[in-house]
């Protein structure tokens, strides 16, 4: 790590250009557990964080972000992907295929250490938040499922079924909510059925919102 490390002050900080090429090669080519210990090393020897080093050597916008991405992903994965969640959010409208191949994705993986960080930053659970932002009720309700390992929405109003017509009138629409099929015999066949179910409503989404 000591020796990466020069390599890395070297390529930057050490000389008066910025060598892109052992930067990529460093960050692509060690794993994770490797490159942190590097970035404790390039703190603990050259008296600031990797982050900073980047942020004040690097010339473009794209290539800052992109490395301070990486070494933010590999510190605490499960902290940027929160942030990654918490963005999709913020934007106008939501970034629903982000949102969605976020929680997806990392359902069997480490979901449960994404809400955990995310309540630690953002200072509400994770699904308080899709609660209250997204406002297409289905993707809700199905999103909040996975994120809670069944707690449905609807049964918080008496098990009625809900509809949401911005996106047409028609029950059968994109925008409509329909009582849940009996649950599976087991917990990951559950887990594989909502996302599938959430999956297929997000495309089925997106196709109603083109033809408006």
């Given at each position: ?138 993707i809700k309700r199905l999103l909040i499922l996975i994120i809670t390992h069944g707690h449905d929405i609807t049964d918080d109003n008496n098990g009625q079924v809900h509809f949401d ?48």
């Open positions: 790590a000591k020796v990466i490390a020069k390599k890395l002050y070297e390529a930057g900080e050490g000389s008066p250009g910025i060598d892109y090429e052992t930067f990529i090669k460093i960050f692509t080519h060690d794993a994770f557990s490797q490159l942190s210990a590097i970035f404790d090393m390039y703190e603990d020897k050259y008296g600031r964080p990797i982050q900073v080093a980047i942020e004040h050597e690097f010339q473009g916008k794209i290539e800052i972000e992109c490395f301070q991405d990486m070494v933010e992903y590999v510190r605490l994965p499960s902290g940027y992907l929160a942030k990654v969640i918490r963005q999709a959010l913020d934007k106008t409208p939501i970034d629903y295929v982000t949102l969605s191949r976020t929680i997806i994705g990392h359902e069997e993986k480490d979901l449960r250490e994404i809400g955990l960080e995310y309540s630690k930053i953002y200072d509400e659970t994770l699904d308080q938040t899709i609660n209250s932002r997204v406002d297409i009720l289905e017509h911005s996106y047409g009138n028609n029950s059968t629409s994109a925008g409509s909510i329909t009582q849940a099929a009996q649950p599976p015999t087991t917990t990951n066949g559950m887990r594989r059925n909502l996302s599938h179910e959430a999956f297929d409503k997000v495309v089925s989404v997106f196709k109603t919102m083109r033809t408006h």
